[in-house]
């Protein structure tokens, strides 16, 4: 049924508003971050005992030398060979997108010379056919789609990395850089975004990317360092009505679900999950005024769960052997 569903899914003529949709209901999505080739793989085992319908890489999917195509290639080619990840390919569709290690160059962004040949890198890594619409564009971005009606779902893989503006070192020790009033994504990848989302019918919304979108004391990248890029993010949200919209968000090398109301009675979650081979486990605690799951630093990876008989969803976060850490269930409203 799995592979009946995936070969379906890329054969769909592309005439809905987002570049890819299938008929079929998804019931598990699985997601993480920051994976080193060179470290013990031993997650991935439990990753593919998981029964998945979909994995989504969130970025750092392996982590390349000197800006270096050639290191980028060999270590994409090196996680395919994994057995592990090979069995998960079998039985679930890949998705993805990059944060810095993978886009080619630490915290990088527009300036960095080798983009698009290491767009295309990782576009041949998730096996995306030639007549997917994301080759069509600059930058990684792209949108699926799962279900019908009552049990529609779309998933929004967003770009950081392609279109973000230099940062300025910030003197402060409690930071790395100043606020930026840039736009983060570009102004194509926003244009796209608003037409998904003023056409989209969907009964949940996942958006994927690379930086943490919610937690905002942390010295690190985050959207907050994009302080008017994250209003225009919840400003879209609550203009189009987005339903159940949860944020998937790697690079901290930690586990954390966070909450924000950002209307009335309308939630956004951001649920981090980072550390697929190595961990902050040195970390004891971190502000994070928004969360609402305790701060996980060992290895991990996520899952989203729908149970559409009872009408809710599930936030998973898994220890390394697949034991469930922490989980919130979301009713579907």
Request: aromatic content about 14%; overall charge negative.
């Given at each position: 049924m799995k592979k009946i569903f995936w070969i379906l899914f890329f054969s769909i003529h592309f005439t809905w508003s987002q570049d890819v949709q299938s008929p079929d209901t998804i019931q598990i999505l699985g997601f993480g971050s920051c994976n080193r080739t060179d470290l013990d793989p031993k997650i991935w085992d439990a990753i593919a005992q998981q029964n998945m319908d979909a994995?989504?890489?969130?970025?750092?999917?392996?982590?390349?030398?000197?800006?270096?195509?050639?290191?980028?290639?060999?270590?994409?080619?090196?996680?395919?060979?994994?057995?592990?990840?090979?069995?998960?390919?079998?039985?679930?569709?890949?998705?993805?997108?990059?944060?810095?290690?993978?886009?080619?160059?630490?915290?990088?962004?527009?300036?960095?010379?080798?983009?698009?040949?290491?767009?295309?890198?990782?576009?041949?890594?998730?096996?995306?056919?030639?007549?997917?619409?994301?080759?069509?564009?600059?930058?990684?971005?792209?949108?699926?789609?799962?279900?019908?009606?009552?049990?529609?779902?779309?998933?929004?893989?967003?770009?950081?990395?392609?279109?973000?503006?230099?940062?300025?070192?910030?003197?402060?020790?409690?930071?790395?850089?100043?606020?930026?009033?840039?736009?983060?994504?570009?102004?194509?990848?926003?244009?796209?975004?608003?037409?998904?989302?003023?056409?989209?019918?969907?009964?949940?919304?996942?958006?994927?990317?690379?930086?943490?979108?919610?937690?905002?004391?942390?010295?690190?990248?985050?959207?907050?360092?994009f302080p008017n890029a994250q209003q225009r993010f919840f400003d879209l949200l609550i203009r189009y009505q987005i339903k159940n919209p949860v944020y998937l968000s790697g690079d901290r090398h930690i586990a954390e679900v966070s909450a924000k109301e950002i209307a009335p009675d309308y939630k956004l979650y951001d649920i981090t999950s980072s550390g697929l081979t190595h961990s902050y486990d040195s970390l004891e605690e971190e502000h994070n005024p928004f969360r609402v799951s305790p701060l996980i630093t060992h290895l991990n990876f996520g899952t989203v769960r729908w149970d559409w008989d009872k009408r809710i969803f599930t936030l998973q976060i898994h220890d390394e052997g697949g034991k469930i850490q922490f989980q919130k269930n979301i009713p579907i409203q």
């Amino acid at each position: 049924m799995k592979k009946i569903f995936w070969i379906l899914f890329f054969s769909i003529h592309f005439t809905w508003s987002q570049d890819v949709q299938s008929p079929d209901t998804i019931q598990i999505l699985g997601f993480g971050s920051c994976n080193r080739t060179d470290l013990d793989p031993k997650i991935w085992d439990a990753i593919a005992q998981q029964n998945m319908d979909a994995w989504v890489w969130l970025g750092d999917i392996v982590y390349t030398e000197e800006e270096s195509m050639e290191d980028l290639a060999s270590k994409y080619a090196l996680q395919k060979s994994l057995p592990a990840y090979k069995k998960l390919q079998t039985e679930a569709a890949i998705f993805g997108v990059w944060d810095d290690h993978d886009f080619g160059t630490n915290d990088g962004g527009a300036q960095f010379e080798k983009k698009q040949q290491s767009r295309d890198l990782l576009f041949d890594f998730l096996k995306l056919p030639s007549s997917h619409p994301a080759r069509t564009r600059s930058g990684a971005y792209q949108s699926y789609c799962f279900g019908e009606k009552t049990e529609k779902v779309c998933l929004y893989l967003l770009d950081v990395r392609y279109f973000k503006e230099e940062y300025e070192v910030d003197p402060s020790p409690k930071q790395r850089y100043m606020k930026n009033n840039g736009s983060l994504l570009g102004e194509a990848q926003w244009s796209w975004l608003e037409k998904e989302l003023a056409r989209n019918d969907a009964i949940v919304n996942l958006f994927a990317g690379g930086i943490q979108l919610l937690s905002s004391e942390h010295p690190y990248e985050k959207w907050s360092n994009f302080p008017n890029a994250q209003q225009r993010f919840f400003d879209l949200l609550i203009r189009y009505q987005i339903k159940n919209p949860v944020y998937l968000s790697g690079d901290r090398h930690i586990a954390e679900v966070s909450a924000k109301e950002i209307a009335p009675d309308y939630k956004l979650y951001d649920i981090t999950s980072s550390g697929l081979t190595h961990s902050y486990d040195s970390l004891e605690e971190e502000h994070n005024p928004f969360r609402v799951s305790p701060l996980i630093t060992h290895l991990n990876f996520g899952t989203v769960r729908w149970d559409w008989d009872k009408r809710i969803f599930t936030l998973q976060i898994h220890d390394e052997g697949g034991k469930i850490q922490f989980q919130k269930n979301i009713p579907i409203q």
